[in-house]
């Protein structure tokens, strides 16, 4: 429905008085992201069992914010599962900023290696830390629910609609660094959605590519920042190692970025 139906009706022209919001373009970003969310939601109710490893990489493709609320639920309380629940964390860091990426990679060819090298450094970075970091033999059953259902689809394309048009807003009034802010702050509550405003912005000829690629960073880097205060919610075990560890994914991320950047 969401593919084949919805998407042929929409207009390909812009509909607003900024000519940043192109129907089309929305709706097939709200598709993507969905279809990855789905995929990948299939892949952790199927291996799951074989512990939290794959929940936390495969659950953060799905929902990154709801691996953490699941790892650091089950770690409270309970000195033996806090390093493997920083690790999930950081694993669905790792792979938020996959993700993102690989987003970015396919509707921006042209931003691709500059935004891939720093968010592809906070993945193997998140990874090899996980894996040195953590005991990934307990199994594990999640209570991650299917993103892929209409209800959702509308409610991501709802939120993605209004960041898009106050990130617009923003870059018109403030220029770059309104929209790098706006990026920030609608990462908060979803990276994802600040990846596709970033690619819709660009598509339609309101931001170029550099801001877009700043905007994707700063969404990313927002993402990873707000799980701390979302852990430490939960258990207050977690703070200083999801904080600490949360660190060092920024400054590679930083690092990897910041001579393509100078370039």
């Known amino acids: 429905i969401l593919a084949f139906v919805v998407f042929p009706l929409l207009p390909t022209e812009t509909v607003d008085p900024w000519g940043a919001i192109q129907p089309r373009l929305v709706w097939s970003l709200v598709v993507a992201v969905s279809g990855i969310g789905f995929v990948n ?7 799951q069992s074989r512990g939290y490893a794959v929940t936390g990489f495969f659950g953060g493709l799905v929902n990154s914010t709801a691996v953490v609320a699941e790892m650091a639920k089950r770690a409270r309380g309970r000195e033996d599962l806090r390093r493997v629940a920083v690790g999930s964390i950081l694993l669905a860091n790792a792979a938020m900023a996959l993700r993102n990426a690989a987003v970015v990679a396919v ?29 990934w033999e307990t199994p594990i059953e999640t209570d991650l629910t299917s993103p892929f259902s209409l209800r959702n689809a509308l409610t991501f394309g709802a939120l993605f609609l209004a960041v898009l048009f106050v990130s617009a807003g923003a870059e018109r009034a403030f220029g770059a660094g309104g929209f790098v802010a706006t990026s920030f702050l609608s990462g908060l509550v979803s990276s994802g959605t600040s990846t596709a405003t970033a690619v819709s912005l660009l598509g339609t000829g309101q931001i170029g590519v ?34 600490v560890w949360n660190l060092v994914l920024i400054a590679a991320g930083v690092v990897a970025g910041v001579p393509l950047l100078v370039l």
């Open 107 to 135: 509707f921006v060819p042209d931003a691709a290696l500059v935004v891939g090298v720093p968010l592809g450094a906070i993945t193997v970075v998140g990874v090899a830390v996980a894996v040195w970091r953590s005991d």
């Open 210 to 243: 550099e801001t877009a690629v700043a905007g994707v960073i700063a969404g990313t880097v927002a993402s990873i920042l707000v799980k701390t205060a979302f852990a430490a919610s939960v258990s207050r075990e977690l703070v200083r190692p999801v904080f």
């Open 41 to 47: 939601y299939v892949l952790v109710k199927r291996y």
